[in-house]
C-alpha cells in the first residue's frame, strides 16, 4: 500500500524515535494537573479572530469541561480549490507556541496543542492550550 500519491519505496528512511525526548516532554508538561490554561476566550480566541481576516468566519467557541476550547469556523466567500487541511494550519499557527501540536482527527476537525514546556521561555512556567477548531 503507498503511504502518498508518489511512493514508490513503501517503507521509509528510519523510525521516529529521533523526536521522542520532545514527545515525551509535552506529554509529561500535559499530565500535569493545572497545566492548561484559564480565560482562553482573553489569551487565545482574540489572535484567532485576528487570523481569520477575510478567509475565515468565526461562527462559535466554547470551553469543554475537559479543558479544550472549541472554535467552529467556515470558510468566507470562495471555497474552490481551497485545501482545507493547509488553511486550518495556518489560522491555527495565529496561536503557535514554542511547543505546536496539530493532527487532523476526522474531516474538518483538528486537534491542537499548543504551549510552553520547561526550558522554551525563560520567565515562563510551562502551561499551555488544548484548541478544537471544527471547519463548517
Do not use: N
Not at 521516529?16 to 520532545?22: F, H, L, T, Y
Not at 467552529?72 to 514554542?98: F, K, N, Q, T
Amino acid at each position: 500500500m503507498h503511504r502518498w500519491d508518489t511512493d514508490q519505496g513503501h517503507v521509509g528512511i528510519a523510525d521516529g524515535s529521533a523526536m521522542d525526548p520532545q514527545v515525551e516532554t509535552l506529554l509529561a508538561a500535559m499530565k500535569r494537573d493545572g497545566w492548561v490554561t484559564e480565560d482562553p476566550h482573553a489569551h487565545v480566541l482574540p489572535h484567532l479572530r485576528a487570523a481569520c481576516e477575510a478567509r475565515w468566519l468565526l461562527t462559535g467557541e466554547r470551553l469543554l469541561e475537559d479543558g479544550v476550547y472549541e472554535v467552529e469556523v467556515a470558510l468566507a466567500g470562495e471555497c474552490e480549490g481551497v485545501d482545507v487541511h493547509r488553511a486550518a494550519i495556518r489560522l491555527l499557527s495565529a496561536i503557535a507556541e514554542p511547543v505546536f501540536f496539530v493532527r487532523q482527527s476526522e474531516p474538518g476537525v483538528f486537534d491542537c496543542v499548543t504551549g510552553v514546556v520547561e526550558l522554551d521561555t525563560p520567565g515562563f512556567k510551562s502551561h499551555g492550550h488544548l484548541i478544537r477548531l471544527i471547519v463548517k
